[in-house]
């Protein structure tokens, strides 16, 4: 019977150590090859993260144009690093040349440290097909230069929040001098909040589309959007979603996660999973 159970022990233990040994083996080092797809991964959603950082600046643009904020009955957002001017006051006037001054540099809702000027083109934002041309002017965000414009155009339907948001030569150029272009084309559909139009806390949206990019290295990526991302106004990040990028012909497929509102999301390459930060 002793022996019985140091034999049974032993075996135990060996497959234990076997289990563990694998797990380790598992948790390994990352190849090289996918560590440099990765990389480029990581830079190419750079330009989904700034198209989420534009349609706040234009949705706060277009809030005190109209005259929605204060008076209008608008709940103010918390998100005022910035100095906002808006050029003619008057009521129903429009276009509007809407100002946001950063000046010499402060830090916004969304962890960035945001310099320059915003400035913005906006029409009668409720009239169908009106638009919103947002550019840059001197702008950086932690300390990467950003030129460019993006181009909101108002597609809503008496049920349905609609805009077209247009990525048109987007450029960054960081402190080493390194740029990273892009352009693209994506579709935001309001899920949630509508009802409540006077609150932004509770719009939620999902987005659609693509974007095409080209990498430090003159490498292009275009990215495709699978199952809508989703974007709450109060989550600096997209929390849920699919899309894949096509980095030199290999399929990456990039998930946001389960709704949760964090910076974390996972790559798949050639079939192996790994964890990556927005």
Not at 16 to 31: D, M
Not at 179 to 190: E, H, I, K, L, V
Not at 243 to 250: E, K, R, Y
Request: proline share 5%; with cysteine.
């Amino acid at each position: 019977m002793k022996n019985q159970l140091k034999s049974s022990l032993l075996f135990l233990a060996a497959a234990f150590l076997f289990v563990f040994s694998s797990c380790k083996k598992e948790a390994g080092p990352i190849p090289a090859e996918d560590e440099a797809i990765i990389a480029k991964a990581k830079e190419s959603l750079l330009s989904q993260q700034l198209i989420l950082s534009s349609f706040h600046i234009a949705q706060r643009g277009a809030e005190n144009a109209n005259g929605f904020v204060e008076d209008g009955g608008v709940e103010n957002r918390s998100d005022t690093c910035g100095t906002l001017t808006v050029t003619p006051p008057d009521p129903f006037v429009f276009p509007k040349t809407v100002i946001v001054d950063f000046g010499n540099g402060c830090t916004d809702t969304d962890g960035k440290f945001k310099e320059g000027k915003v400035i913005m083109t906006v029409e009668a934002f409720w009239e169908p097909n009106a638009e919103i041309a947002v550019a840059y002017d001197n702008y950086s965000e932690d300390g990467v230069k950003i030129e460019g414009q993006f181009v909101f155009a108002n597609l809503s339907t008496p049920t349905a929040a609609i805009l077209r948001i247009t990525a048109e030569d987007i450029k960054f150029t960081d402190p080493n001098n390194f740029t990273f272009a892009f352009s693209g084309n994506q579709t935001y559909t309001q899920i949630a909040g509508r009802p409540t139009w006077w609150n932004w806390h509770d719009d939620v949206y999902h987005v659609t589309g693509n974007i095409y990019s080209t990498l430090t290295n003159g490498e292009t990526v275009n990215w495709l959007i699978q199952t809508p991302l989703e974007k709450a106004n109060i989550c600096n990040y997209v929390s849920k979603g699919t899309g894949i990028l096509d980095i030199n012909g290999l399929p990456v497929i990039v998930d946001y996660g389960d709704g949760a509102c964090d910076n974390q999301g996972t790559l798949t390459i050639n079939g192996q999973v790994y964890p990556f930060s927005m």
